[in-house]
């Protein structure tokens, strides 16, 4: 099976071209995902505490969809090490 997108009117072949990373199991996790991050990031007053508020969505993200953080390099696993959470398995 052969994917191509076109990007800028050009099409591309997918497994040439572009590198596939798995951010999320499903559409419907992912889409989770990003409902819960934005709703972490409104809610954000600052630095203080937020190690700690990071840890709690990184533990609920991962209840979710654990896929997501099967490498310590995966996109969700980064953006949470980023905001300062701590592993919990």
């Given at each position: ?37 934005s709703v972490f990031i409104d809610a954000d007053i600052g630095i203080e505490g937020r190690m700690d508020r990071a840890t709690a969505l990184r533990a609920e993200l991962m209840e ?26």
């Amino acid at each position: 099976m052969v994917f191509t997108c076109f990007l800028d009117g050009n099409e591309y072949d997918l497994y040439e071209r572009v590198n596939l990373e798995l951010v999320n199991s499903t559409v419907r996790s992912f889409v989770e995902f990003l409902h819960r991050f934005s709703v972490f990031i409104d809610a954000d007053i600052g630095i203080e505490g937020r190690m700690d508020r990071a840890t709690a969505l990184r533990a609920e993200l991962m209840e979710i969809d654990e896929a997501a953080f099967i490498s310590p390099q995966s996109w969700w696993s980064m953006a949470m090490a980023e905001l300062g959470a701590i592993q919990s398995r």
